[in-house]
Structures are given as C-alpha cells and as structure tokens.
C-alpha cells in the first residue's frame, strides 16, 4: 500500500507557465482533497472531491483548477502560475462517511516556486 | 468560518520532559485530527479523536467536545520529537480547518 502520493515533488516554474500536479490513492478512498501551505502557516483547503466526475472550491480556489476522471486520481492544474503561487502543495484523502469515519491521509507534498 | 487556536505556539523542552498542547476551536465540530509535521514537512497522522480519550505510546490525546477543546500530551519527549504539531477539525462537514500549530523544538 503506497497511500498517498503526489508528483512532481520539486518544481520551478515562471510567472505565466502552467503546470499540473497530480495526486493518486490506492485505499479506494471516495473523497480527494488539494491544500496548499504558506511558510509558518496551517494548510488551507483548495479544491475538494466528494466522488469521481465531482469537484467543489474550497478556501482559497482562485487560479487553480482540478479534474477526478478516475476515483484514485485527482489533478490539480494552474492555468497561469504567479509568484503569489508559490507553496507547499499536499493532497489527502478520506472514505468520506458523512457524519461518520472521515480521517483524513496526506501525500509528502509537492514544493512548487514561481519565479 | 471556525477559528482553531492552538498554544503554545512556540515550545522548547529539554530531552525527556513531558508537554501539554491545547487546541480550542470557536464552533461545533464533527471530527478532530491531530498531525505532526516533521522537520522534512512531511505530515504524519496522530489522532482521530472527535471526542474522548486515547493513547499510543508516549502520546495521548483527550478532546472535550461540549467545551471546544483537545489536549495533546507528550511524555518523556525525544529529538524526533521536534517539529509542529497540528490540529484540525472537521469543520464544515468533511473539510479539514487546520490551527496554526505548535512548534516544539526537543534539545539534548
């Protein structure tokens, strides 16, 4: 069982570029999550995933976009990165039992800068 | 939106000395996590513990729910130790709204 795991696990983009990130779970979890973390700060929820095909904004949307073709895979992408991107990205997971057992489980993260 | 509070949000302790973490949050919630971030920010899962008592190892974790708050206990602390420890609560329903943590330094 890998889990949770992310790639790419470094990378360096220009303000303008695009990229996806790209998140994978082997626990037929149901629910997906993106969050993103500042230096000295908690993480803060991107964009989520209550199945697979389903995907609703979280806290701080703006400039990404995310897609669930696949239940195990949820990708983040940045259309037009910015140095205001620049963050530590994490990707968890979770059965999703409402009101129920939902522990969530975290990828290693993935350290992205802009310049 | 909920506000989650931790303290203290800076913690240095000798090798071996035990601590107690606290997280207060401002609303009614369905679930709370404790995480610790290691030093290669890798986050590491503690507790689920909506409410209650449990313990594993050196940790224990108590969260009184009617009153809003968890409490987490390291005893005999270690170097591995080091790192920040966070909590989370379910808040709104199956999202994570994480505190800003506790970072605990472990020294010889």
């Known amino acids: 069982n890998a889990g949770v795991t992310q790639t790419p696990k470094f990378r360096v983009l220009k303000t303008g570029q695009s990229m996806t990130l790209l998140c994978a779970q082997d626990?037929?979890?149901?629910?997906m999550y993106w969050y993103r973390q500042d230096p000295g700060m908690g993480l803060r929820l991107i964009h989520y995933s209550v199945g697979e095909g389903t995907t609703a904004k979280g806290e701080v949307p703006d400039g990404y976009n995310v897609s669930r073709l696949k239940k195990q895979n949820f990708l983040l992408g940045l259309e037009s990165a910015a140095p205001s991107q620049t963050s530590v990205y994490f990707c968890?997971?979770?059965?999703?039992?409402?009101?129920?057992?939902?522990?969530?489980?975290f990828g290693p993260g993935t350290r992205l800068t802009v310049l | 939106g909920i506000q989650v509070e931790q303290s203290p949000p800076d913690l240095i302790l000798q090798e071996g000395a035990n601590s107690t973490l606290r997280c207060n949050f401002s609303d009614s919630v369905n679930n709370l996590q404790w995480f610790h971030q290691n030093p290669w920010g890798q986050l590491i899962n503690l507790f689920y513990i909506p409410s209650g008592t449990k313990q594993n190892g050196r940790l224990s974790a108590t969260t009184v729910a009617t009153e809003r708050y968890s409490l987490l206990y390291i005893s005999s602390s270690q170097t591995t130790d080091s790192g920040v420890y966070f909590c989370?609560?379910?808040?709104?329903?199956?999202?994570?709204?994480f505190g800003t943590g506790t970072r605990l330094q472990v020294t010889l």
């Open positions: 968890a997971s979770s059965y999703g039992i409402a009101g129920g057992y939902n522990e969530q489980f």
């Open positions: 989370a609560v379910e808040w709104p329903a199956s999202k994570l709204t």
């Open positions: 626990m037929n979890h149901e629910y």
